[in-house]
C-alpha cells in the first residue's frame, strides 16, 4: 500500500508541533486519523477541577489545529485496552 491510513492514538502528549510520533506518522503517510480516548481506568486526568479544565482546553485547541489541516481530531471515551 502506497499511501496507508494511520491511526495516530494521542495519549499524553497532545502537541501537534515537536511531536516525534506525529512526524514519524506524516513521513509514512499523509492519511492520518487522529484520536484521543477518555480512559476511564486512568483517575488522574479528573482529579482535580483544574486538571480537567486543562485537558479540556488542550483537546479543544489540538482540535482546532487539525481543522486548520483540513481534519479533525476524533474523541471517545472508554478503555483503550479492550
Given at each position: 500500500m502506497e499511501h496507508p491510513?494511520?491511526?495516530f492514538?494521542?495519549?499524553k502528549d497532545l502537541r501537534v508541533n515537536d511531536n516525534k510520533a506525529l512526524?514519524?506518522?506524516?513521513?509514512l503517510s499523509k492519511a492520518i486519523t487522529s484520536i484521543y480516548?477518555?480512559?476511564e481506568t486512568y483517575p488522574y486526568d479528573?482529579?482535580?477541577k483544574s486538571?480537567?479544565?486543562f485537558l479540556g482546553e488542550s483537546?479543544?485547541?489540538l482540535n482546532e489545529n487539525w481543522e486548520k489541516a483540513g481534519s479533525r481530531l476524533l474523541i471517545e471515551k472508554?478503555?483503550?485496552?479492550i
Open positions: 491510513r494511520i491511526l492514538w494521542y495519549r512526524i514519524k506518522a506524516f513521513a480516548i477518555f480512559d479528573f482529579n482535580s486538571r480537567s479544565w483537546l479543544k485547541e472508554g478503555s483503550p485496552y
